[in-house]
């Protein structure tokens, strides 16, 4: 059974801080996205890994996919209130491409 | 979210009744997945739909649920005979599948089903 764990599950932060949430599995996927989700709503998908070692910013969001495709960070620069919320790693798998996800991490930015 | 519709967005059903959970994909999107958000667990995988064909049901119940995704039409979640541990948020997804790498799923807003 291919599982991911993400870590931390939750964090509270001041506004302007750096932080770094870690998604990692014993089984490789052949891509891994990072979602955010709004209480009452889906998960909006923000990016999309594919190669392994690849990084992908977006903003203040800096995305990397591990080398051999196990794992994947999200960092967040200079976080800000409205950077708040749930955010989901998953990993695709098999031939099918249905979703693992991690837990989830819950993050609060104080301002 | 990228145009995936689900509806209703909230549907209360005494045990023992039926729920059917709509899913419109993205425009020109032919493949759906549905997974399920259980109070206070992650979002789970439950079946993958391509146009008039199952791919993948190896995340749904055995018994009382079913799925399908007709030629024409939205895909559709049906559990029959619905119990307490039912209650979830269902979400669906649509992809593209244009590029097998990426595999870029995108989510409704999903439909909390309450079994009362």
């Known amino acids: 059974t291919q599982l991911l764990e993400q870590s931390p599950q939750f964090l509270s932060i001041q506004e302007g801080e750096n932080l770094t949430v870690y998604c990692n599995s014993s089984s490789v996927f052949s891509s891994l996205q990072w979602y955010r989700q709004e209480p009452g709503e889906g998960p909006v998908l923000l990016v999309t890994v594919v190669t392994g070692g690849e990084v992908k910013k977006l903003k203040r969001l800096t995305f990397q996919f591990g080398d051999a495709r196990k794992d994947s960070s999200l960092h967040i620069t200079a976080a800000q209130t409205g950077d708040t919320g749930l955010y989901l790693c998953?990993?695709?798998?098999?031939?099918?491409?249905?979703?693992?996800f991690g837990q989830g991490t819950t993050l609060q930015v104080k301002p | 979210n990228a145009g995936v519709m689900q509806n209703p967005r909230h549907l209360v059903r005494r045990r023992g009744q039926e729920a059917r959970l709509r899913c419109s994909p993205v425009k020109g999107h032919s493949h759906v997945y549905w997974y399920r958000q259980l109070p206070e667990e992650g979002l789970k995988f439950m079946v993958y739909?391509?146009?008039?064909?199952?791919?993948?049901e190896s995340g749904m119940p055995k018994e009382r649920f079913s799925a399908e995704f007709p030629k024409e039409g939205p895909s559709i979640l049906r559990i029959q005979q619905v119990v307490r541990g039912d209650s979830a948020a269902y979400f669906c997804?649509?992809?593209?599948?244009?590029?097998?790498?990426?595999?870029?799923?995108?989510f409704g807003p999903g439909t909390r089903l309450t079994v009362t």
């Open positions: 997804a649509s992809s593209p599948q244009r590029d097998r790498g990426a595999r870029e799923q995108y």
């Open positions: 739909l391509q146009k008039e064909n199952i791919i993948d």
């Open positions: 998953a990993g695709a798998s098999g031939n099918t491409g249905k979703l693992i």
